[in-house]
C-alpha cells in the first residue's frame, strides 16, 4: 500500500446543500423525505471516479480491517471568508467511500484540518490520506504486539478468540485492561 494518498477536491456541497427535502404522503398523513440535491450527485460522481483513478495511479490498496483508521489531513481554499470547513466532510467522505478504494467506510476517518485559505482563482481543497500510527486501544505496533505476546501463554489465548483481546484490537476500552495490561491474564499450566 501506497505510504499517502494525495488528493485536490473541488470544494464540494456543504451540509446545507447536500440533502434536500420534500412532503410526501403517507396515507393520509404527510412524512418529511430527504434526498440527495443534483449538485451534490454531481460532485460525488466526479470525485468518486477522480479518487478511483487516483488511489490506482498512486499505488494505493484498500485494507480489508475496518478498525484501521485514516487521518486526512486537509488545507481548504475558500473562495470566501464567510465559509465554514466543518460542512463540507460529509459529501467529501460519502464520495470517497463510494470508490471503494480507500476505506471501508467513512466510520475509518480522522479529519483534521492543516489550514484555512483563500483563493478566489482557484478554490479547492488538498487532501492527505494515510493510516493513523495506532491499533486499536494501543500508540503503536509495537505496544499492541508487547500485549499480545502475553496473551500467548494466558488460558483466555484461545488461538486469538479472547474477547478482550479482539475488543483492544478494536478500540474498544475495557474496565479489565489497565494501563495497556490484562487484569484477567492467567498463565497455562
Known amino acids: ?22 412532503a410526501v404522503m403517507r396515507g393520509n398523513k404527510p412524512i418529511v423525505m430527504s434526498y440527495t440535491t443534483s449538485e451534490a450527485k454531481k460532485y460525488k460522481k466526479a470525485f468518486t471516479n477522480y479518487v478511483i ?5 498512486q499505488g494505493w490498496n484498500i ?10 489531513d486537509t488545507t481548504f481554499y475558500f473562495p470566501r471568508i464567510d465559509m465554514d470547513c ?8 460519502d464520495s470517497i467511500s463510494e ?7 467513512d466510520t475509518q476517518a480522522c ?16 487532501l492527505t490520506i494515510y ?24 488460558t483466555r489465548y484461545r488461538n486469538g478468540k479472547c474477547s478482550i483481546l479482539t475488543k483492544v484490537k478494536e478500540g474498544r476500552i475495557q474496565k479489565e ?3 495497556k495490561c490484562c487484569s484477567q491474564y492467567k498463565l497455562k499450566k
Not at 53 to 57: D, F, G, I, S, V
Open 177 to 179: 485492561v489497565i494501563n
Open 63 to 72: 485494507s480489508d480491517n475496518r478498525f484501521q483508521h485514516y487521518y486526512i
Open 131 to 154: 493510516p493513523v500510527d495506532y491499533i486499536g486501544i494501543f500508540d503503536n505496533r509495537t505496544q499492541l504486539d508487547e500485549f499480545e505476546t502475553n496473551c500467548f501463554q494466558c
Open 99 to 105: 470508490s471503494k478504494c480507500v476505506w471501508l467506510d
Open 86 to 93: 466543518n460542512n463540507y466532510w460529509k459529501c467529501l467522505f
Open 111 to 126: 479529519e483534521r484540518v492543516k489550514g484555512i485559505y483563500y483563493d478566489t482563482a482557484n478554490p479547492r481543497l488538498e
Open 53 to 57: 483513478e487516483q488511489a490506482k495511479q
Open 1 to 22: 500500500m501506497a505510504k499517502a494518498l494525495e488528493l485536490t477536491s473541488p470544494i464540494p456541497p456543504s451540509v446545507n446543500h447536500y440533502l434536500g427535502w420534500r
